[in-house]
């Protein structure tokens, strides 16, 4: 039997009317740094080299709608990101031009949407790590 290929993760890509700006804020957000640009792409990647985030130029970007609905374009994913203090990472994210989004699904969890639409949820984990 032939062993199966080595798979690794590189990164999530998501799509952007400018992908600069919307790199621009999320290297804000995480602290990442920038690995590779170039005109419509970005990647940027935590500094221990695991899986980052590229950016792409989409010029037919459409925003999605969250919470779903069926006349509009649906979220396809989202980003969950952990962070140690919920309100002053919501605080944080707000001051680099995100917004929160009207509807919260969870006490504990805040969606907010990234410059372009993208909804992304911050969270404080309180269970196990395992």
Known sequence: MKPQPRFTLAATTLDA???HELAQFYQGLL????????????EIAAPDGSAGLSFQTEPFFTRPQWPSTRAEQQ???HLDIEVDDLSAAVEHALALGATVADFQPQADVRVLFDPAGHPFCLFVRTGPTT
Do not use: D, Q, T, Y
């Open 17 to 19: 009317p400018n992908p």
């Open 31 to 42: 602290g990442w740094l920038v690995r590779k640009e170039e005109s419509g792409w970005v």
């Open 75 to 77: 979220m396809m994913m």
